[in-house]
């Protein structure tokens, strides 16, 4: 594979409107998961790099056109990065592939999500409101939305370009700048982004990235007092000590962390689609999606035939060359997060889960990260493989009698984030959605996003949401103006003859 690799361009810091190297001029390798050999090196941040870049997003935050241009102006622009994300969708689809594993037919679906985020928020951005509060003939009182200033971005490495896009649409369309700090074992879309948006025009230092560690630039961005916003994705440690990191100087936060979804499927259920919609719903981006499926519950009257098509149709996920458009689950992230996911199905076994199927890695792919699909059966909800979070190819399946039995055990996990239902019964269907304690619940559905919806988690899956209009809360300060229109009465303090 690396005899056949493409050189790739080392990637950068973006400052200002330039790409740059560290202050320190130190570098780290970015290894491709296929075979884990160096693609290329990316430039190592310190708290001195962000810093530049912090101080970059304020000036333009604060001496730049950009705050005061209209909606429509920016929204130009927004459709221009689009516009490049587009012309340029094949060549992210296969970096994205080469840098986090991810088969190219979902890295391609991403990479058209990245240029829809930036459309859908160019549109909002024209059509920001006010509210307006008359007092009846006194006063009239109405709110205005401002931008907030710098906001940091941090992003996990699951699925790079269509998360940091789902953050930087938002930030800027409201006039924010940003510094976004992309995850240090996938940096490269982040560049080739920052390359795309320069070129759309946008002013030098309203976008720009610091590449490096969590523990050092991640860290010293939530650090930097000039930042007021941090939005977050990643695991749920990682969002705690962030907030505890922020919390001198009340920053705002958006807190998009792990979950461990459930998936109720019923007797009375559509079960071809629902098997496939279980399927897709965990092994889906190789497991590392944040609202995969990954607890099954099933009804036990359907049970035994539900989990035998299911062990089938595992035995059967192709599992190989991410490249290879007909591959279905690709290599992980990175050896030490194929450790973990094998650690995971290892303690599962040692609980008493049984393995119904294991997928096969073909013999020649050795040296890349891949892990065969697993199926746990036998599961009881208080393992640890049906608590934690494996963020792989592995999926828990647990019997229920009743629906009862099925939301109480769903709702027993510290996570909150997506759950699905699947059952052919309307007014069951809306109850179990009103029960369980999720912030999003798919009903007879897989995994469909509709960008005006809120997405987030309830628990320790996270706080806030983001997309359509909550997007525009998070990322927009809220400024309510009182107007007298006639003389109302003020106290004469002070005035009182003496
Ligand atoms: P992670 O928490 O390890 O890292 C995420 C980012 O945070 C990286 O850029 C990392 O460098 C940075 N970081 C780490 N420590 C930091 C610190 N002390 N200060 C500042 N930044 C720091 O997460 P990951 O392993 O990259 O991603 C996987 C996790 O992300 C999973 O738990 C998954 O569920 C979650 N996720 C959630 C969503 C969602 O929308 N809820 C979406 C995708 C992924």
Known sequence: M???????????????GEFCDSVSGRTFPTTSPLDNEVITEVSYGTAEDVDRAVQAAYHAFHDGPWRKMNGKERAKLL?????????????????????????????????????????????????????????????????????????????????????????????????????????????????????????????DGVFNV?????????????????????????????????????????KRFSMELGGKSPVIVFADADLERALDAVVFGVYSLNGERCTAGSRLFIQRAIREEFEAKLAER??????????????????????????????????????????????????????????????????????RIAQEEVFGPVLVSIAFDDEEEAVRMANESRYGLAAYVWTRDLVRAHRVANAIESGMVWVNSQNVR??????????????GREGGHFSFEFYTELKTVHVALDKHPIPKFGAASV
């Open 314 to 383: 595992v035995r059967r996920l192709r599992v190989g060359n991410p490249f290879d458009p007909q591959t279905e689950v690709g290599p992980l992230i990175h050896p030490e997060h194929r450790q973990r996911v094998e650690s995971y199905i290892h303690s599962a076994v040692a609980e008493g889960a049984r393995m119904a199927a294991g997928g096969v890695v073909p013999e020649e792919l050795a040296a890349g990260n891949y892990v065969a699909p697993a199926l746990f059966v036998d599961v009881r909800n208080d393992m």
């Open 79 to 203: 459709h221009a990065i689009a516009d490049g994300l587009e012309r340029h969708a094949d060549e992210l689809a296969e970096l994205e592939v080469l840098d986090t594993g991810l088969p190219i037919s979902q890295a391609k679906g991403q990479a058209a999500r990245a240029a829809d985020n930036f459309r859908f928020f160019a549109e909002m951005a024209t059509r920001m409101t006010g509210e307006t509060f008359p007092v009846e003939q006194s006063f009239l009182n109405y709110t205005v939305r401002t931008p907030v200033g710098v906001a940091g971005l941090i992003t996990p490495w699951n699925t790079p370009l269509m998360l940091a896009t789902w953050k930087i649409a938002p930030c800027l369309a409201t006039g924010n700048t940003a510094v976004l700090k992309p995850a240090e074992w996938s940096p490269l879309t982040a560049t080739r982004l920052a390359a795309i948006i320069r070129d759309a025009g946008i002013p």
């Open 450 to 463: 509709d960008l005006r919806t809120p997405f987030g988690g309830m628990k320790e899956s996270g706080i």
């Open 210 to 250: 610091v590449h490096g560690y969590g523990e050092t630039a991640g860290a010293a961005l939530v650090a930097h007092p000039l930042v007021r916003l941090i939005s977050f994705t990643g695991e749920t440690t990682t969002g705690r000590e962030i907030m505890r990191n922020g919390a001198n100087h009340l």
């Open 2 to 16: 690396s005899g056949e690799r493409k050189r790739i361009e080392p990637a950068r810091h973006f400052i200002g």
